[in-house]
């Protein structure tokens, strides 16, 4: 018994041939229901619970045409419905076909109509599996087709030019942004070239990067190109690779426009350029407005007949070019904060030794460390140097053809050491470097202390002064 247990609601309004389809159908294992009105098949599905098919005489009493109530009954129940014919070719429509889940011959034998019974099942739950499998596809389409709405808004929703190209250098999608970049729309877009669409320079400076990506580099570009309006744009351009089965398939491009930038670091640049020009003038004028104050000075010194007088001003005008030295050290280098010990010392003792060097043979023996010092450091040293210098100028040698004398700058870890020795007369008897009335050591001892340093003067076979401090 293939369908066991199966009940089935059999509309028939002739006794005699519903009589006998039951009992064909009951000695094939089906439980069957007989009613002789379509009013009530309908309470019988109502009420009757379990009711598996329905088998309906296409003829029944007048006014009551069978396919016209398998309709109705299948508006309110989902199960099939099987048609009992005389004459198939005369009753059989398409409304029928439609309706139905198949068809009977009145009069046909039990093991004939068990078959269409089952052909009926089968058919019903075939359909069923179909309808809920297209409900799917339908529900899946609709998700995907939202879920390509909103990727679709949140890309062109972004301002960058968004693309994905493949290995041909054919444009195989774009944003909104990137097709209004051009004065397209996004469907023109697709299928084109790259070369279609930019700039012949344009695409012969990109096309290197093009290459590379290809070969599976990631690659950060910036390009010069034209917008749809034929206007000059710079834009930022990044490109990553696409594998598909190991090889690239294509490359995503984001592009930004970077206009804007570019044109606001062009005038950043202009303005420095305008700025700087500005600032060698006024430095030009400083240093030539030195040099006047020098030359005015060296020229009271020689109209003098005073020789305090003049050695006042020969002593300012060694300051002066002491302060000027390390002026135009700091406005040929490229940082101001620190600078070389080295170059800034050995330039400032050669100018002081030309400046008192007329009746005198000097030879300075130059002993100075390579490192950086900060300019403040530089200038209090390049001052105490000077003071120096000028007093072993201006003391150590007189009455003497020629005169040595030695400087030895020197950093160890943070510890800075100046020593300056001459081999002149030494020091006067008598002086007490501590309580001296000359302004040029109580200048030097002053800046010694902005130092946080310790100053030393002694005689030896000449004058050795040493400075120490810290930075």
Same mark, same amino acid.
Request: glycine share 6%.
């Given at each position: 018994?293939?369908?066991?247990?199966?009940?089935?609601?059999?509309?028939?309004?002739?006794?005699?041939?519903?009589?006998?389809?039951?009992?064909?159908?009951?000695? +094939?294992?089906?439980?069957?229901?007989?009613?002789?009105?379509?009013?009530?098949?309908?309470?019988?599905?109502?009420?009757?619970?379990?009711?598996?098919?329905?088998?309906?005489?296409?003829?029944?009493?007048?006014?009551?045409?069978?396919?016209?109530?398998?309709?109705?009954?299948?508006?309110?129940?989902?199960?099939?419905?099987?048609?009992?014919?005389?004459?198939?070719?005369?009753?059989?429509?398409?409304?029928?076909?439609?309706?139905?889940?198949?068809?009977a011959v009145k009069g046909s034998g039990g093991p004939a109509l068990a078959a269409c019974v089952k052909a009926a099942f089968?058919?019903?739950?075939?359909?069923?599996?179909?309808?809920?499998?297209?409900?799917?596809?339908?529900?899946?389409?609709?998700?995907?087709?939202?879920?390509?709405?909103?990727?679709?808004?949140?890309?062109?929703?972004?301002?960058?030019?968004?693309?994905?190209?493949?290995?041909?250098?054919?444009?195989?999608?774009?944003?909104?942004?990137?097709?209004?970049?051009?004065?397209?729309?996004?469907?023109?877009?697709?299928?084109?070239?790259?070369?279609?669409?930019?700039?012949?320079?344009?695409?012969?400076?990109?096309?290197?990067?093009?290459?590379?990506?290809?070969?599976?580099?990631?690659?950060?570009?910036?390009?010069?190109?034209?917008?749809?309006?034929?206007?000059?744009?710079?834009?930022?351009?990044?490109?990553?690779?696409?594998? +598909?089965?190991?090889?690239?398939?294509?490359?995503?491009?984001?592009?930004?426009?970077?206009t804007k930038r570019r044109q606001a670091e062009e005038e950043i640049k202009r303005q420095l350029l305008e700025k700087e020009?500005?600032?060698?003038?006024?430095?030009?004028?400083?240093?030539?407005?030195?040099?006047?104050?020098?030359?005015?000075?060296?020229?009271?010194?020689?109209?003098?007949?005073?020789?305090?007088?003049?050695?006042?001003?020969?002593?300012?005008?060694?300051?002066?070019?002491?302060?000027?030295?390390?002026?135009?050290?700091?406005?040929?280098?490229?940082?101001?904060?620190?600078?070389?010990?080295?170059?800034?010392?050995?330039?400032?003792?050669?100018?002081?030794?030309?400046?008192?060097?007329?009746?005198?043979?000097?030879?300075?023996d130059k002993r100075v460390a390579d490192f950086n010092l900060s300019s403040k450091n530089l200038f209090s040293l390049g001052?105490?140097?000077?003071?120096?210098?000028?007093?072993?100028?201006?003391?150590?040698?007189?009455?003497?053809?020629?005169?040595?004398?030695?400087?030895?700058?020197?950093?160890?870890?943070?510890?800075?050491?100046?020593?300056?020795?001459?081999?002149?007369?030494?020091?006067?008897?008598?002086?007490?470097?501590?309580?001296?009335?000359?302004?040029?050591?109580?200048?030097?001892?002053?800046?010694?202390?902005?130092?946080?340093?310790?100053?030393?003067?002694?005689?030896?076979?000449?004058?050795?002064?040493?400075?120490?401090?810290?930075?």
């Amino acid at each position: 018994m293939a369908e066991n247990k199966k009940t089935l609601l059999l509309v028939d309004d002739e006794f005699v041939s519903a009589a006998a389809a039951k009992t064909r159908l009951e000695n +094939c294992g089906y439980a069957v229901i007989t009613v002789s009105a379509v009013e009530s098949a309908a309470e019988a599905l109502d009420t009757v619970p379990g009711i598996d098919l329905v088998l309906m005489d296409i003829g029944l009493y007048e006014g009551a045409e069978g396919s016209s109530a398998a309709g109705i009954i299948t508006k309110k129940h989902e199960l099939p419905i099987i048609f009992l014919v005389a004459d198939p070719q005369a009753e059989i429509s398409e409304n029928v076909e439609n309706i139905s889940s198949g068809y009977a011959v009145k009069g046909s034998g039990g093991p004939a109509l068990a078959a269409c019974v089952k052909a009926a099942f089968r058919l019903f739950e075939a359909n069923k599996r179909l309808s809920a499998e297209l409900a799917c596809c339908r529900r899946s389409e609709e998700e995907l087709r939202s879920r390509d709405e909103k990727l679709t808004l949140m890309v062109d929703g972004v301002h960058a030019l968004l693309t994905y190209i493949d290995s041909d250098l054919r444009f195989v999608q774009v944003n909104k942004s990137y097709a209004d970049w051009y004065g397209l729309a996004v469907k023109d877009v697709a299928g084109k070239k790259i070369s279609d669409l930019l700039a012949k320079e344009a695409y012969e400076r990109a096309l290197p990067n093009y290459l590379k990506v290809l070969n599976g580099e990631t690659v950060y570009f910036e390009n010069r190109t034209f917008d749809k309006d034929g206007k000059e744009s710079y834009v930022n351009v990044m490109l990553i690779p696409h594998f +598909c089965g190991g090889r690239v398939a294509g490359f995503f491009g984001s592009i930004t426009d970077i206009t804007k930038r570019r044109q606001a670091e062009e005038e950043i640049k202009r303005q420095l350029l305008e700025k700087e020009t500005l600032l060698k003038e006024v430095h030009h004028r400083i240093r030539n407005n030195i040099t006047a104050i020098s030359g005015i000075l060296s020229f009271q010194a020689q109209s003098s007949g005073s020789m305090e007088v003049k050695n006042a001003l020969t002593d300012s005008i060694a300051r002066i070019k002491s302060m000027c030295v390390l002026y135009d050290k700091l406005l040929i280098s490229d940082e101001y904060k620190e600078l070389s010990a080295k170059t800034y010392i050995e330039s400032l003792v050669d100018t002081i030794t030309a400046l008192f060097s007329e009746n005198i043979k000097i030879t300075v023996d130059k002993r100075v460390a390579d490192f950086n010092l900060s300019s403040k450091n530089l200038f209090s040293l390049g001052i105490i140097i000077n003071e120096l210098f000028t007093n072993v100028m201006k003391y150590a040698f007189t009455g003497a053809e020629s005169g040595h004398i030695k400087i030895f700058l020197d950093k160890a870890e943070n510890h800075v050491t100046l020593t300056v020795k001459d081999n002149g007369r030494g020091l006067p008897e008598g002086l007490d470097v501590n309580n001296s009335n000359g302004f040029g050591l109580r200048l030097v001892e002053m800046i010694t202390q902005q130092l946080k340093g310790t100053y030393t003067i002694k005689s030896n076979g000449g004058t050795e002064s040493t400075l120490k401090f810290d930075i």
